[in-house]
Structure formats: structure tokens, C-alpha cells
């Protein structure tokens, strides 16, 4: 399962990459600051992969919700980076902070489940 796991976070990164080397992304404007929810409900995604996947990787509970916090914040701020170099695209530290909300959430929601899982 482990794999499975890993091939899915794995895609999901690549997606998100992806999505952020596209010089516009237009969304129809319902609300102010709408992006910040998107950026929270994508990050909120790679926030419950990463769980599944370190979960099956880490036997230690703190250490698992600890890698996974780590490793989305990070690729969160790589992939701000990143659309710094794109054209149209600049990087934003609150869109950071909403991926980090995001994954923050998923990953408390679902740690308690994929820890007993075990």
C-alpha cells in the first residue's frame, strides 16, 4: 500500500506543479481572496497524501504528523518559488500560509485515523 500511497502524493505534486506553471489561471471572481481558499483545499489534499504516505513509511505517530507537516510546508514554498520564475505568476507568502492552514487541517483531521489504521 505503500507505493500506492506514494504514487498518488507523487502525482498529486505534479499536478500541483503543473497548475503552477501556467502563466493565468482564471477563475470566475465570487468572492475577495478566493485564491487563498483554493490554495488551503489543494494543500488540504497534499496535507491527507502525505499522511497516508509517511504514515505507512514512519512507525513513529509524532514523527509521521511531524514529516508530513515539514514536507508540506515545504513543497508549499517550493511551489511559491517556483511561480516566481512564471510569467504572470508571482510568489505569495500568504498563499503560502493558506497551503500551510490547508495541509495543517487535513493532516490534524486524518491523523487520528491513519494512525490507528495501523
Not at 481558499?37 to 491527507?48: D, I, K, R
Not at 511551489?79 to 490547508?102: N, T
Request: charged content about 10%.
Amino acid at each position: 500500500m505503500k507505493f500506492v500511497w506514494l504514487a498518488l502524493l507523487a502525482s498529486y505534486c505534479g499536478f500541483i506543479f503543473f497548475l503552477s506553471s501556467q502563466s493565468a489561471l482564471q477563475a470566475p471572481m465570487l468572492f475577495a481572496h478566493q485564491d487563498k481558499l483554493f490554495h488551503a483545499m489543494s494543500y488540504a489534499v497534499l496535507g491527507f497524501l502525505a499522511m497516508a504516505y509517511f504514515s505507512c513509511v514512519f512507525d513513529n505517530s509524532r514523527q509521521t504528523f511531524i514529516i508530513a507537516m515539514i514536507f508540506s510546508a515545504l513543497y508549499g514554498a517550493s511551489d511559491e518559488w517556483h511561480q516566481s520564475f512564471v510569467v504572470g505568476r508571482d510568489a505569495d507568502i500568504l498563499d503560502w500560509l493558506a497551503d500551510c492552514v490547508g495541509a495543517t487541517v487535513a493532516i490534524n483531521v486524518t491523523a487520528p485515523f491513519r494512525l490507528m489504521a495501523r
